[in-house]
Structures are given as structure tokens and as C-alpha cells.
């Protein structure tokens, strides 16, 4: 599960959250709040939420099926 889980950060931080090099704007933009973006950039650890995962996937117009299959798990 922990793998799993940082495979999902990663790719929402290397794919969207550092290009935009704004966390207040993806924040905003994906209705998270900008700890979320904070700890996805800097935490290791973090433990992505459900919750956090399908907001993104509403703002970025993904079903959750479409968003782990690009994810790869």
C-alpha cells in the first residue's frame, strides 16, 4: 500500500503540482487546500487521502479508473 501511495504523489507532483510552481494556485485550482499541495511537494510520508485524490481528478476532468491507470497501479 505504502508503494502504491507514493506512486500516486509523485506522479500528481511531478506531473502537476511542480510545473505550476504555484501551490496556492493548484490549491485553489483543484479545491485542496495549500498544505495538501505543501506536503504532496515536500513529505515523503504523505498519505494522500481519497478524498484529495478524487478532487484533483474532478478539477483535471479524470474518472478515478483513468487517473490510477496513468498513475500505473
Do not use: H
Not at 500528481?12 to 487546500?33: C, G, H, L, T, Y
Request: aromatic fraction near 10%; charged fraction near 35%.
Amino acid at each position: 500500500m505504502k508503494i502504491a501511495n507514493r506512486k500516486i504523489v509523485e506522479f500528481i507532483r511531478d506531473k502537476w503540482v511542480i510545473p505550476m510552481d504555484n501551490n496556492s494556485k493548484f490549491a485553489n485550482e483543484n479545491n485542496i487546500d495549500e498544505k495538501t499541495v505543501r506536503l504532496i511537494r515536500e513529505d515523503e510520508n504523505y498519505q494522500i487521502s481519497l478524498i484529495t485524490i478524487q478532487k484533483i481528478c474532478e478539477a483535471k476532468e479524470l474518472k478515478l479508473y483513468e487517473f490510477f491507470k496513468k498513475v500505473g497501479i
